[in-house]
């Protein structure tokens, strides 16, 4: 295995870390003893080795150095960094839209927590307003409990449009539909949860 790294390295001519021989060898050398065997082979004089920080890059012994080499060895090492700097890119456009999704969900839940407070409300206010023709009502509990009716349900229309908006910029993004988005992340509207904005609240 050590023969055929070497001759790998010495007919190639060029720098390469251990992956870049991994790969181009086609599995021909366990990935685990590939590092192992240049490393010999460096200490051997049969390879050299530069690191540029946590980056090594191994070279086949010359008998004089050539400005080729160099160069070479300087253009892998700009495309090593090239290639970690686009990772990590994508690695933050990933974690981006991860708290796109938890803040979606968030509004979400706050959405339908709104509703469900909003549908208690108004069955408690049809109640009082009921019990009203029957009986004496103290009117400042009725009007007390309209007044936070018309607050949740001005909750449960602010977190709604939130939610929506979310999803459609998130729509707009990957080019998908809002109900394709409402059933891909289980997102339940208001018809699914059977809650629906009271029309004087609308």
């Not at 460096?42 to 070279?59: F, M, T, W």
């Not at 999803?167 to 539909?177: C, D, M, V, Y």
Request: glycine letters at 6%.
């Amino acid at each position: 295995m050590e023969t055929k790294v070497l001759e790998y390295m010495r007919q190639q001519n060029r720098p390469f870390n251990a992956q870049n021989v991994f790969d181009n060898l086609h599995g021909a050398v366990p990935k685990g003893s590939v590092q192992t065997i240049m490393d010999a082979l460096c200490a051997a004089g049969k390879l050299v080795l530069k690191e540029y920080g946590k980056i090594k890059v191994y070279l086949a012994a010359q008998t004089a150095p050539t400005a080729d080499g160099d160069e070479e060895l300087a253009a892998t090492v700009q495309q090593a960094a090239a290639q970690k700097k686009d990772i990590q890119g994508q690695v933050d456009d990933v974690r981006k839209s991860l708290s796109q999704l938890e803040s979606k969900h968030a509004a979400a839940r706050e959405a339908k927590a709104a509703a469900e407070e909003v549908a208690k409300l108004e069955s408690k206010a049809a109640a009082l307003r009921a019990a009203s023709g029957e009986e004496a009502v103290d009117e400042r509990e009725v009007v007390a409990v309209e007044e936070a009716l018309k607050k949740a349900a001005g909750t449960w229309r602010k977190r709604k449009r939130l939610c929506v908006d979310a999803l459609k910029t998130l729509g707009e993004g990957i080019g998908a539909k809002l109900q394709q988005l409402c059933e891909r992340y289980g997102v339940d509207t208001d018809e699914d949860c059977g809650h629906v904005m009271p029309k004087e609240f609308s």
